[in-house]
């Protein structure tokens, strides 16, 4: 079984650490400090991490993010590098992998991208397919509420229908990249985009996801 979940765990760690605590990232409203929080909620704390979903919880969410941000830094990256606690469904790898590729992969980015300095990851084909397989699996449920329709294609021609809206634009880029857009990392990510052009200024201004 394939281990990218625990490569891009460790990876986005040390992402943060080097970065410290008040560098900014693409979350919007969120410095480095408030992603690493958010990182060990989700995994730590599934009482107050059910907010990212559940109206009715976000106040909890609010107030436990407070205090992990408050945290000492160290301590952040080190319950990041060293995973969910023993008892957490997370200890399971096909659950880590199928719930923590793309959430590790898109926040390293939310770091990498946010620096004036940043460079591309050169990402092996057989990662570009397990993303591709992530997208498959979710493009319809991510891409609800996107303002326009949208298709997201391969550089080899496949394709995944995100929405089935109109008018349509399509993306085209590596899967890496798609995801990022279809993520709202959209000002970020390496897409072209064909379609109407108001469609395009339309889908490139949608909101970001809460990942």
């Excluded at 979903?53 to 945290?71: H, P, V, Y």
């Amino acid at each position: 079984m394939s281990t990218f979940a625990k490569r891009e765990r460790l990876l986005l760690a040390d992402l943060l650490e080097t970065a410290g605590p008040e560098a900014p990232t693409l979350c919007e409203g969120w410095r480095t400090r408030d992603l690493a929080a958010h990182v060990v909620v989700r995994e730590r704390r599934p009482d107050a991490a059910g907010g990212l979903l559940i109206k009715q919880l976000a106040s909890r969410l609010d107030k436990t993010m407070e205090e992990f941000a408050a945290k000492p830094y160290e301590e952040l990256i080190q319950l990041i590098r060293t995973g969910p606690p023993r008892f957490s469904p997370f200890q399971l790898k096909q659950l880590d992998e199928a719930s923590n590729i793309v959430e590790f992969y898109v926040h390293g980015e939310d770091v990498r991208r946010a620096q004036p300095d940043w460079t591309p990851r050169e990402l092996d084909t057989v990662f570009q397919d397990a993303l591709w397989s992530r997208l498959e699996r979710t493009a319809r449920l991510m891409g609800r509420g996107t303002p326009t329709g949208l298709v997201l294609r391969r550089p080899d021609g496949r394709t995944v229908v995100a929405d089935r809206g109109t008018p349509v634009v399509t993306a085209t880029g590596e899967p890496s990249e798609l995801l990022l857009f279809l993520y709202g990392r959209r000002s970020a990510a390496k897409v072209d985009l064909v379609g109407e052009e108001d469609a395009i200024t339309t889908l490139r201004s949608g909101k970001q996801l809460g990942i």
